[in-house]
């Protein structure tokens, strides 16, 4: 079946090329903009694009072998993920226990001192083997070839208008929901913080996309199909709701009137990109704005946006856009004490992250790449 997103390639490069000439005449007589294209930021987004379109070819392919209950080593998975945690708890444990007495003895803090080196390497592997096992095993029961079978084709809606409606409305509503998801929840952030991760916005950001959604734990598209919504249907669906999104990452359009309340557009977008806290966590509809009016999350353009993370990461490396949160996630795993941070580093939101991160340096306890080495703050 024809790819509309690979189709429109063409339609991407030659619009950019048009913008690109508005924006340096722009740029001419009103000085520069961050929608100005730069060729660093320009070969990552195209980088990140190319990679959103290779890796999830291959990724698939290779995690499909430890999918639990699916996988021929599915089993070795879950396996990994239970000793991993019961080796964490027991070094939790004799980490910090000591003997009665005024000191511990130097055998006990030799196991306490081998006890806290184990749990860093134990604790995140607990942690990602078990998401790993989760996020797997759910996507492979929900998707939509699998809903079809097991009952969705003996509710066929078929391929008129009415069914294309239903997979167009609906994907956008459950988009709305993992997009919202991605921004209040560490895991899913790791995944969707690429795009955010320009300081600039033009056309080429929308294909600064994500290149680990299967590592993500989603609230499935693909129940549609269990509901008679033929899947080559959905696969357009998507592909329709993605083409839409990319024209909406311009500052070329400013406003489209009366359409601004129905519709998600440049302007919400772009407040969507913001890095003010008035515009965090906000608009994160992608065709409909209803959504984020219905359910609190709507915020008009007021100020100019400045666009990029609270914390940029300043790089223009694809694979360390692509990896630097997983990597931070981890670090912050290893370092943990207890399973309550070691589960919220990953599954509360990543102002929590920060919270706790100040917390814990208030306490004396900063997460730290060696704890030995750790200074007490005063």
């Known amino acids: 079946m024809l790819d509309l997103t690979v189709a429109s390639i063409p339609v991407y490069f030659g619009t950019m090329a048009a913008e690109h000439r508005h924006l340096r005449a722009r740029a001419a007589e009103q000085g520069p903009s961050p929608a100005d294209y730069t060729p660093q930021d320009t070969a990552t987004s195209l980088a990140m694009g190319l990679g ?15 999918v639990p209950g699916k996988g021929r080593y599915g089993k070795v998975l879950v396996g990994v993920a239970a000793a991993a945690a019961v080796a964490t708890t027991v070094a939790d444990r004799l980490a910090d226990r000591d003997e ?12 306490a001192r081998i006890a806290r080196r184990a749990r860093r390497v134990t604790g995140p592997l607990a942690v990602g083997a078990g998401a790993l096992a989760v996020t797997t095993s759910f996507a492979a029961r929900t998707d939509a070839d699998v809903q079809w079978a097991a009952g969705g084709a003996e509710r066929d809606r078929g391929g008129g208008p009415a069914a294309w409606a239903v997979a167009i409305a609906g994907w956008d509503f459950l988009y709305y929901w993992n997009h919202r998801f991605m921004h209040e929840v560490r895991a899913l952030w790791a995944i969707h913080v690429v ?5 600039r916005y033009n056309l080429s950001t929308a294909l600064r996309q994500p290149v680990a ?14 509901f008679g919504i033929r899947p080559y249907v959905l696969t357009q669906a998507r ?13 070329v359009i400013r406003t489209l009137g009366r359409a601004e309340e129905v519709l998600n557009t440049p302007s919400h977008h772009r407040v969507h990109h913001g890095s003010q806290r008035q515009y965090l966590d906000r608009n994160h509809g992608s065709i409909l704005i209803v959504w984020d009016r219905l359910f609190g999350t709507f915020e ?5 946006v400045v666009y990029g993370l609270t914390t940029n990461i300043d790089t223009y490396n694809p694979v360390t856009v692509a990896t630097h949160e997983y990597r931070d996630i981890v670090r912050d795993v290893a370092g943990s004490t207890s399973w309550r941070d ?14 706790r991160h100040r917390q814990l340096a208030a306490e004396g306890e900063p997460i730290v790449d060696d704890p030995d080495e750790a200074v007490t703050a005063a």
Not at 216 to 225: E, H, I, S
């Open 52 to 66: 959103s379109l290779v890796v999830p070819l291959v990724l698939p392919k290779v995690v499909r072998h430890v």
């Open 100 to 111: 009665d007495g005024p000191a511990p003895s130097t055998t006990r803090r030799r196991l």
């Open 195 to 199: 795009h955010h991760s320009s300081e």
């Open 213 to 226: 959604d299967v590592l993500g734990l989603w609230l499935p598209y693909g129940v549609m199909a269990r």
């Open 239 to 251: 592909a329709l709701n993605l083409l839409y999104q990319y024209w909406i990452h311009t500052e």
């Open 300 to 304: 008009r353009e007021d100020e100019r």
């Open 342 to 355: 070691r589960l919220g580093f990953v599954l509360r939101g990543p102002g929590w992250a920060y919270e």
